[in-house]
Structure formats: structure tokens, C-alpha cells
Nanobody, 120 residues
């Protein structure tokens, strides 16, 4: 069974930094796009950033210059480095990955979610 397990997150003061990690485990053949999304209270889930297998990235405009997405293909892990955090970055952050499972094809998998709170 494929799982995405997230780590990192927590409480940070405005202007601070956090790093989120998300590791894929289980039996699968390949991982294509990996990404991060977030959902604030009362709001819809929104895209934060994605990264493809070749390292090409896409970041939401409000995160450009502050957030960086990266991945370690050898570890099947995607990272989100968040700098200059603002109170409006407070949300539950979810990782996702498009994963090829033998006999099942490509499917989207999601992590369990991690709370990030930016507050003084």
C-alpha cells in the first residue's frame, strides 16, 4: 500500500521559517509530479507548489520568493522550505504525488496533513 507521510510544521513567529517533508513509501514503480497544497479554515484547498520528475517547478504567485519546493528522487521525498512566513500562511498543508502502481496505473496520493501556524 502506498503512503505519503508528512513531517515538519508547527508554530512559528511571523518572518520565521519552516521546512515540511513528505516521503512516499510502499510498493510502486514511479513517481511523477509531487506537490504541496494548503487549506486555511473556511477556505478551499489551494495549490502551493509542484515539482515534476525532472525538477521543473511551479509556485503560486503569493509564495514566489518565499517558498521553495524540492525533491530527492532517491528518497522518494518532496520538501517545502517556507521562509518569511506570514500569518496568512496559516493552514493545514498537504503533500500529494502522482504515483504509478503496478497493475493499478497512475493515481494521486495524499499525505495526512500538517498544521502550520504563523503567529506572534
Amino acid at each position: 500500500q502506498v503512503q505519503l507521510v508528512q513531517s515538519g510544521g508547527g508554530l512559528v513567529q511571523p518572518g520565521g521559517s519552516l521546512r515540511l517533508s513528505c516521503a512516499a513509501s510502499g510498493s510502486f514503480s514511479s513517481i511523477n509530479v509531487m506537490g504541496w497544497y494548503r487549506q486555511a479554515p473556511g477556505k478551499q484547498r489551494e495549490l502551493v507548489a509542484t515539482i515534476n520528475g525532472g525538477g521543473g517547478t511551479n509556485l503560486a504567485d503569493s509564495m514566489k520568493g518565499r517558498f521553495t519546493i524540492s525533491r530527492d528522487n532517491a528518497k522518494n521525498t518532496v520538501y517545502l522550505q517556507m521562509n518569511s512566513l506570514k500569518p496568512e500562511d496559516t493552514a493545514v498543508y498537504f503533500c500529494s504525488a502522482l504515483i504509478l502502481v503496478s497493475g493499478l496505473g497512475w493515481h494521486d496520493y495524499w499525505g495526512q496533513g500538517t498544521q502550520v501556524t504563523v503567529s506572534s
